[in-house]
């Protein structure tokens, strides 16, 4: 499934990876949320190694629906994220991800951006670096709007940018959860900056 998913990687984005991951884990990939062609543009920057020791936080409503996406999810190691009736399950389904060692891939904002700008970020992201302090890497993402919009039903093939910021270490960001929020805000807030002028 993995070799699919980077075949229509390859066929429907032109990524150009501005920065890099960290080799080592457990730490939490936080990008902006802008299209469900998100994922597919974050695998070109991730290494088998890498992507073979990381869970994604998806939606439970859309990923977890019926016996067919839940089968792929399962497969595609998704955690199902139910903010609404189960955000305590959800978060600690996260910390224990991270416990165990895996790295965990969270979209802070919880929807896509309906009109490309970033949203404010949700409060789960810090309620579960503040549970389960790791590295958080910020990641800018410009161009899947254009491949598949919101309310688009089929993808066209278009440039992807990808500007991975550097790891933010728990010893900077500390353990309360608004703080880390707003930080992690203004960090993906200087990362479009810098998209921009770059």
Not at 10 to 24: N, Q, S, T, Y
Not at 32 to 40: A, E
Not at 70 to 97: E, K, N, Q, V, Y
């Amino acid at each position: 499934m993995l070799g699919v998913a980077r075949l229509i990687s390859r066929l429907l984005l032109r990524v150009e990876i501005h920065g890099r991951f960290p080799k080592d884990g457990p730490y939490v990939i936080a990008p902006r949320h802008l299209s469900f062609v998100d994922p597919l543009a974050l695998l070109p920057a991730l290494t088998r190694t890498q992507l073979e020791s990381l869970y994604w936080a998806g939606l439970g409503a859309y990923l977890f629906s019926n016996r067919i996406t839940r089968a792929f999810s399962r497969t595609a190691r998704i955690l199902p994220i139910d903010p609404g009736s189960a955000p305590r399950r959800s978060l600690a389904l996260a910390a224990a991800c991270l416990e165990r060692g895996y790295s965990l891939i969270w979209f802070p904002e919880g929807e896509r951006s309906r009109d490309g700008k970033l949203q404010q970020l949700r409060p789960g992201i810090g309620l579960v670096l503040a549970a389960q302090p790791v590295p958080v890497v910020p990641v800018w993402i410009d161009g899947t709007r254009e491949v598949m919009a919101p309310g688009q039903w089929f993808p066209r093939p278009g440039k992807v940018r990808l500007t991975i910021g550097d790891p933010v270490a728990p010893d900077t960001y500390g353990n309360d959860q608004r703080e880390i929020v707003a930080m992690l805000q203004s960090r993906l807030e200087e990362l479009g900056k810098q998209s921009v002028h770059d």
